[in-house]
């Protein structure tokens, strides 16, 4: 499966953002989703996972409460809703894909395979 993550761009903070994750080459309902990001001079961190069926769905402490993660199957696409967004939000965000037609959500980097190429967001204070 081949993944694009688009979206991102400059917001200020408090503002919202949705990044989106479309899927190509295989179906996408075979794949849970996850949303990575990497700050500047970090490493790669979990943000949100959701499963292959969207019934469910884990958040980082960070972002819970703000962030959303959702899919459409039907439209291949996976969506990342940004909301009261931070200036320590800043990052490219990646969508990741992971094959299996799991209950549960998967949330270690490790486990995914298929890597979108990511998506700069930028929140100025």
């Known amino acids: 499966v081949q993944l694009q993550a688009s979206g991102g761009g400059l917001v200020q903070a408090g503002g919202s953002l949705r990044l989106s994750c479309r899927a190509s080459?295989?179906?996408?309902?075979?794949?849970?989703m996850g949303w990575f990001r990497q700050a500047p001079g970090k490493g790669r961190e979990f943000v949100a996972a959701?499963?292959?069926?969207?019934?469910?769905?884990a958040y980082a402490s960070s972002v819970k409460g703000r962030f959303t993660i959702s899919r459409d199957n039907a439209e291949n696409t996976g969506y990342l809703q940004m909301n009261s967004l931070k200036p320590e939000d800043t990052a490219v965000y990646f969508c990741?894909?992971?094959?299996?037609?799991?209950?549960?959500?998967?949330?270690?980097?490790?486990?995914?395979?298929?890597w979108g190429q990511g998506t700069l967001v930028t929140v100025s204070s």
């Open positions: 080459g295989r179906p996408f309902s075979n794949y849970a």
């Open positions: 990741a894909a992971d094959f299996g037609k799991r209950r549960i959500v998967i949330t270690a980097i490790s486990n995914y395979p298929y």
């Open positions: 959701i499963n292959w069926s969207g019934e469910a769905t």
